[in-house]
C-alpha cells in the first residue's frame, strides 16, 4: 500500500506540551511536542470515545479527562492493558509543516 502524508499544522502552532487537536484526512489526531518529538495519537479514547484533547499531559502520559485512563503517547498504550492502545501515526517536519502519515 502507498504511504500517505498529510499535512497537519503549521510546526510553530504546536509548543510544549500543548495538545492540539487536528483532522488529517477527516481523521481525530491530536498532537503533541515533548521536547525534540513530535507525537501523532489517535483523539478518542480506547473506553468510550472521549476527545483526549481536553485530558491531562504529565510527561509523556495523557489522563482521558472523563474516567481516567491513562494512556503513553509514545506507543498509544493503556498503562493498565497495555494490549489496548490508541492509534498512533508518525509525524515529519517538511518546510515549517507538520505531516502525518494517515496510511
Ligand atoms: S472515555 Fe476515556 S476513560 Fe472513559
Known sequence: MTEQWLEAAPEDSLGE???????????????VR??????A?????AHMGCPLAA???????????????RFDIRDGSFL???ELALKTYKTELRNGSIFV???
Open 17 to 31: 506540551g500543548i495538545l492540539r487537536p487536528v483532522f488529517p484526512g477527516g481523521l481525530p489526531v491530536l498532537l
Open 34 to 39: 515533548r521536547g525534540p518529538e513530535i507525537f
Open 41 to 45: 495519537i489517535e483523539n478518542r479514547c
Open 55 to 69: 485530558g491531562k499531559l504529565e510527561g509523556h502520559i495523557l489522563e482521558c479527562p472523563c474516567h481516567d485512563w
Open 80 to 82: 493498565a492493558a497495555p
Open 101 to 103: 502519515r494517515i496510511l
